[in-house]
């Protein structure tokens, strides 16, 4: 199914008052909400990605992200159903490591974000993704994702490798630019279709 | 500071210090006479915060007694006595005494350290606090990063701050890369143990014009290479803000991973916190916080700040530790849980930390913290959310589950800060700005009656009342340039807005300095407490006075005539008495460390 139409709410940010109560999972089939939670190396674009997806903006000059930031956005599948993702981005550095727990917890989606230009980058996101598998919510939805497709000439992780590491491990893959927008929205879109549907509604 | 032996009586409040110098203050009386019928009326409702005449008359026993070299108070009138505008090289070179506590040694070269500079290190944890308005020019993050200690341009910084472990490994540099700094961090760490390994401690080492500032926490080494000659004591305040900050970011048990392994390297733990640093070291300049130990209010009528606090209060009572709503660096109100109290140095680095992370300003965020003087083992939780530009909210708590109730509060928040148009207040309180010397009421007495509002004064600029003093210069009457008054009661101040001739940046540095210098030599141990002090030299008239409710510093223009400036300052304090709730945040918990 093509899920090329979802529409960014604008009002994100905000509670966009889908569902009620801030920390249920949203309770009938059409409306979903989901925790989503990136991880990765500092500098690999996480919040470019999320402040891409969210605000559809690119702001080039680095930011180094705190503890972690929230943001939520809904998207509309084809199949007229909503997911509405609570999107915590998570600080690289090295000393919020400890505390990423306090971050996943609980969260039905990890987005785990390397940067193609650099190989140190791509071994802490096999660390994160080991982490998950340890300690995550038992069938947690995980997305590999390959920021900064835009720097082909500077590429030092090939496609492949993402590809290859993302299959032994059951995950999504995709490679994404913030820059330029590319697979951004597919990327969310593609973790929305992948949602454990409640059984029954 | 001090109300030792002094206050005899409710009104008094400076008072008969034992140890002047009877043939000083002899040389006083004709200074600091002004007894006018104005101060007797005045008096009457002067609540103990004016210089009354009575209080005057014990002042001229006691104006005495300061820093021989530095700051006695001059009967003759010296230009230039103190402060040459260019570089001084006079200052704290060798031979002449310092100001800081150390002792009255000298040393040539940094090679030569003398017994009298090495003491032991006093652990007073003093730090420096937070503030107020700000130069917006300033961008931060770090400078000159391809230097290193060989490069002439790093040697010919006027300020350098260090952080190092205890085996010599670089943690940050102000200037130049860490990594490069390898052998300059060694060096300072074996001038350290060299001293530690006789059983002592090294605080300062001067060499020339420069003095070289050490602070030792644990594990953790902090120096200060400056030849700006602020007072030692400056300079150790500020590295225990640095050092502070450190803990804000990691906490004190960073010092396990150095028991664990003392070639621990912690540069990866800070990283991309530079500007956290850098931001911090820029307030050093500017901010009266990081030297007076006391927070600032953005003036809001009273009502306005009421409805603030109201709603603050009303999260506080559902588990939040603190609530903490700022605008840049002033305070428009904050509540603390139960009779926990927020200490304003982790005021300040708290505001510093938000303030200097752009990515709080992106979305709202809920990040771990240590507030060094609350805990400075342990992690709370900071929600903040900046509600406009300026304005921002932080909620603190030890729950690391919180995040979900943080932001249905503020969104409570919210919903009544708009409501009650504290917003708009906010932005309109920031357009105006605060007390202005040129609106200083001409005579207090007239108000008395009415509540007087800050805000109608601060708008008319050529207000009629304007006073006709005998000496009119640029600024305020009697070349009253600009003053700060800080509240003792509520760890608060409040500073007025520079005014001509105070208009480049430069000009309110070297004052910001010169307030340093006396802040520092009023507190100075060993030979203060101190009641008043009045300088003239070839930039300023400074005047200080210190009694038990607050501590005001006054910075004139330097022909200002000495009676007239001591007149104006009592009416200075009037003005403030009759507009602190506007200033000052009331009913906060003293805070009580």
Same mark, same amino acid.
């Given at each position: 199914m093509g899920c090329s139409s979802s529409l960014p709410d604008r009002s994100s940010g905000r509670l966009t008052g889908l569902n009620t109560g801030e920390n249920s999972e949203g309770p009938d089939a059409k409306n979903l909400r989901v925790k989503l939670v990136l991880l990765g190396d500092s500098g690999v674009g996480k919040s470019c990605i999320v402040l891409r997806f969210v605000r559809g903006q690119f702001d080039p000059t680095s930011k180094v992200t705190v503890g972690a930031s929230f943001l939520s956005q809904t998207i509309a599948l084809q199949d007229s159903t909503t997911v509405k993702f609570e999107i915590w981005d998570t600080a690289g550095q090295e000393r919020y490591a400890a505390l990423a727990p306090l971050y996943y917890r609980g969260a039905g989606v990890a987005?785990?974000? !390397?940067?193609?230009?650099?190989?140190?980058?791509?071994?802490?996101?096999? !660390?994160?993704?080991?982490?998950?598998?340890?300690?995550?919510?038992?069938?947690?939805?995980?997305?590999?994702?390959?920021?900064?497709?835009?720097?082909?000439?500077?590429r030092e992780v090939q496609v492949q490798d993402g590809i290859d590491y993302a299959e032994k491990n059951g995950m999504f893959f995709i490679e994404t630019s913030a820059k330029t927008a590319d697979n951004i929205n597919q990327l969310f879109e593609e973790i929305a279709k992948r949602l454990p549907r409640p059984s029954s509604s | 500071m001090s109300s030792d032996s002094s206050s005899s009586s409710p009104l008094s409040d400076g008072f008969a210090d034992p140890n002047s110098d009877p043939k000083l203050v002899d040389e006083q009386f004709d200074l600091l006479t002004l007894n006018e019928p104005a101060e007797l009326e005045r008096n009457r409702r002067g609540?103990?915060?004016?210089?009354?005449?009575?209080?005057?008359?014990?002042?001229?026993?006691?104006?005495?007694?300061?820093?021989?070299?530095?700051l006695r108070v001059e009967d003759q009138e010296i230009f230039g006595e103190e402060e040459p505008p260019s570089p001084r090289s006079s200052g704290y070179a060798g031979g002449r005494g310092s100001s800081s506590a150390t002792s009255p040694s000298r040393i040539g070269e940094a090679s030569e350290i003398d017994d009298n500079e090495i003491q032991e290190l006093r652990n007073d944890g003093s730090l420096g606090r937070i503030s107020d308005y700000h130069a917006s020019s300033w961008v931060p993050g770090k400078?000159?990063?391809?230097?290193?200690?060989?490069?002439?341009?790093?040697?010919?910084? /006027? /300020?350098?701050?260090?952080?190092?472990s205890n085996s010599g490994k670089p943690i940050y540099s102000r200037y130049g890369d860490e990594h490069k700094l390898a052998g300059f961090s060694a060096t300072l760490q074996a001038i350290i143990s060299f001293v530690e390994n006789s059983g002592d401690r090294v605080k300062l080492v001067k060499a020339g014009k420069h003095q070289v500032v050490f602070l030792v926490k644990g594990p953790i080494y902090l120096v200060c290479i400056s030849c700006t000659e602020e007072p030692f004591e400056s300079l150790k305040g500020q590295l225990e803000l640095i050092y502070g900050q450190l803990i804000l970011i990691l906490t004190k048990s960073i010092n396990r991973c150095f028991e664990k392994n003392p070639k621990f390297d912690m540069t990866p733990l800070l990283g991309g916190t530079d500007v956290v640093f850098s931001s911090l070291i820029h307030l050093?300049?500017?901010?009266?916080?990081?030297?007076?130990?006391?927070?600032? =209010?953005?003036?809001?009528?009273?009502?306005?700040?009421?409805?603030?606090?109201?709603?603050?209060?009303?999260?506080?009572?559902?588990?939040?530790?603190?609530?903490?709503?700022m605008c840049k660096?002033?305070?428009?109100?904050?509540?603390?849980?139960?009779?926990?109290?927020?200490?304003?140095?982790?005021?300040?680095?708290?505001?510093?930390?938000?303030?200097?992370?752009?990515?709080?300003?992106?979305?709202?965020?809920?990040?771990?913290? =240590?507030?060094?003087?609350?805990?400075?083992?342990?992690?709370?939780?900071?929600?903040?959310?900046?509600?406009?530009?300026?304005?921002?909210l932080m909620l603190l708590t030890t729950s690391s589950d919180a995040?979900?109730?943080?932001?249905? =509060?503020?969104?409570?928040?919210?919903?009544?800060?708009?409501?009650?148009?504290?917003?708009?207040?906010?932005?309109?309180?920031?357009?105006?700005?605060?007390?202005?010397?040129?609106?200083?009421?001409a005579d207090p007495l007239p108000q008395s009656g009415s509540s007087p509002h800050l805000g109608k004064q601060t708008l008319t600029s050529d207000s009629p009342e304007r006073p006709r003093e005998p000496f009119i210069g640029i600024g305020g009457p009697a070349g009253l340039w600009h003053f700060i008054y800080r509240s003792i009661f509520l760890?608060?101040?409040?500073?007025?807005?520079?005014?001509?001739?105070?208009?480049?940046?430069?000009?309110?540095?070297?004052?910001?300095?010169?307030?340093?210098?006396?802040?520092?030599?009023?507190?100075?141990?060993?030979?203060?407490?101190?009641?008043?002090?009045?300088?003239?030299?070839?930039?300023?008239v400074l005047l200080c006075w210190v009694t038990q409710d607050f501590e005001f510093y006054a910075a004139f223009d330097p022909l200002a005539d000495k009676a007239l400036a001591i007149k104006t300052c009592n009416r200075v304090c009037q003005w403030v008495k009759d507009v602190e709730n506007e200033i000052f945040l009331q009913g906060a918990s003293p805070f009580s460390w």
């Amino acid at each position: 199914m093509g899920c090329s139409s979802s529409l960014p709410d604008r009002s994100s940010g905000r509670l966009t008052g889908l569902n009620t109560g801030e920390n249920s999972e949203g309770p009938d089939a059409k409306n979903l909400r989901v925790k989503l939670v990136l991880l990765g190396d500092s500098g690999v674009g996480k919040s470019c990605i999320v402040l891409r997806f969210v605000r559809g903006q690119f702001d080039p000059t680095s930011k180094v992200t705190v503890g972690a930031s929230f943001l939520s956005q809904t998207i509309a599948l084809q199949d007229s159903t909503t997911v509405k993702f609570e999107i915590w981005d998570t600080a690289g550095q090295e000393r919020y490591a400890a505390l990423a727990p306090l971050y996943y917890r609980g969260a039905g989606v990890a987005v785990i974000v !390397y940067d193609i230009t650099s190989p140190d980058s791509f071994a802490k996101a096999q !660390y994160w993704v080991k982490e998950l598998q340890k300690h995550g919510s038992p069938g947690i939805v995980m997305a590999l994702v390959g920021n900064k497709a835009d720097l082909q000439e500077k590429r030092e992780v090939q496609v492949q490798d993402g590809i290859d590491y993302a299959e032994k491990n059951g995950m999504f893959f995709i490679e994404t630019s913030a820059k330029t927008a590319d697979n951004i929205n597919q990327l969310f879109e593609e973790i929305a279709k992948r949602l454990p549907r409640p059984s029954s509604s | 500071m001090s109300s030792d032996s002094s206050s005899s009586s409710p009104l008094s409040d400076g008072f008969a210090d034992p140890n002047s110098d009877p043939k000083l203050v002899d040389e006083q009386f004709d200074l600091l006479t002004l007894n006018e019928p104005a101060e007797l009326e005045r008096n009457r409702r002067g609540n103990g915060n004016e210089i009354a005449d009575e209080t005057l008359n014990r002042e001229r026993n006691n104006i005495v007694a300061e820093d021989d070299v530095q700051l006695r108070v001059e009967d003759q009138e010296i230009f230039g006595e103190e402060e040459p505008p260019s570089p001084r090289s006079s200052g704290y070179a060798g031979g002449r005494g310092s100001s800081s506590a150390t002792s009255p040694s000298r040393i040539g070269e940094a090679s030569e350290i003398d017994d009298n500079e090495i003491q032991e290190l006093r652990n007073d944890g003093s730090l420096g606090r937070i503030s107020d308005y700000h130069a917006s020019s300033w961008v931060p993050g770090k400078r000159h990063v391809d230097e290193d200690d060989a490069s002439i341009s790093w040697r010919k910084r /006027k /300020k350098h701050f260090f952080i190092l472990s205890n085996s010599g490994k670089p943690i940050y540099s102000r200037y130049g890369d860490e990594h490069k700094l390898a052998g300059f961090s060694a060096t300072l760490q074996a001038i350290i143990s060299f001293v530690e390994n006789s059983g002592d401690r090294v605080k300062l080492v001067k060499a020339g014009k420069h003095q070289v500032v050490f602070l030792v926490k644990g594990p953790i080494y902090l120096v200060c290479i400056s030849c700006t000659e602020e007072p030692f004591e400056s300079l150790k305040g500020q590295l225990e803000l640095i050092y502070g900050q450190l803990i804000l970011i990691l906490t004190k048990s960073i010092n396990r991973c150095f028991e664990k392994n003392p070639k621990f390297d912690m540069t990866p733990l800070l990283g991309g916190t530079d500007v956290v640093f850098s931001s911090l070291i820029h307030l050093f300049s500017w901010n009266p916080a990081t030297f007076l130990h006391a927070y600032t =209010c953005l003036p809001l009528a009273y009502a306005t700040r009421q409805a603030a606090s109201a709603i603050l209060q009303d999260v506080a009572d559902s588990g939040v530790l603190f609530a903490i709503l700022m605008c840049k660096h002033k305070v428009i109100s904050l509540v603390g849980a139960q009779k926990d109290s927020l200490h304003p140095d982790d005021m300040l680095l708290l505001s510093n930390f938000v303030l200097s992370s752009e990515s709080f300003r992106t979305s709202e965020s809920f990040s771990p913290i =240590c507030l060094p003087r609350y805990n400075p083992m342990a992690f709370l939780y900071a929600y903040v959310h900046f509600l406009d530009v300026d304005t921002y909210l932080m909620l603190l708590t030890t729950s690391s589950d919180a995040f979900y109730h943080l932001k249905e =509060c503020r969104i409570r928040i919210e919903v009544v800060l708009l409501k009650s148009n504290v917003l708009s207040e906010v932005k309109r309180s920031m357009m105006d700005g605060g007390m202005h010397v040129e609106d200083l009421p001409a005579d207090p007495l007239p108000q008395s009656g009415s509540s007087p509002h800050l805000g109608k004064q601060t708008l008319t600029s050529d207000s009629p009342e304007r006073p006709r003093e005998p000496f009119i210069g640029i600024g305020g009457p009697a070349g009253l340039w600009h003053f700060i008054y800080r509240s003792i009661f509520l760890d608060q101040y409040v500073s007025s807005e520079f005014s001509p001739p105070l208009n480049s940046p430069r000009q309110q540095k070297r004052l910001f300095r010169a307030y340093q210098r006396l802040y520092a030599s009023m507190h100075a141990k060993g030979i203060g407490p101190h009641k008043t002090q009045f300088r003239r030299d070839a930039n300023y008239v400074l005047l200080c006075w210190v009694t038990q409710d607050f501590e005001f510093y006054a910075a004139f223009d330097p022909l200002a005539d000495k009676a007239l400036a001591i007149k104006t300052c009592n009416r200075v304090c009037q003005w403030v008495k009759d507009v602190e709730n506007e200033i000052f945040l009331q009913g906060a918990s003293p805070f009580s460390w």
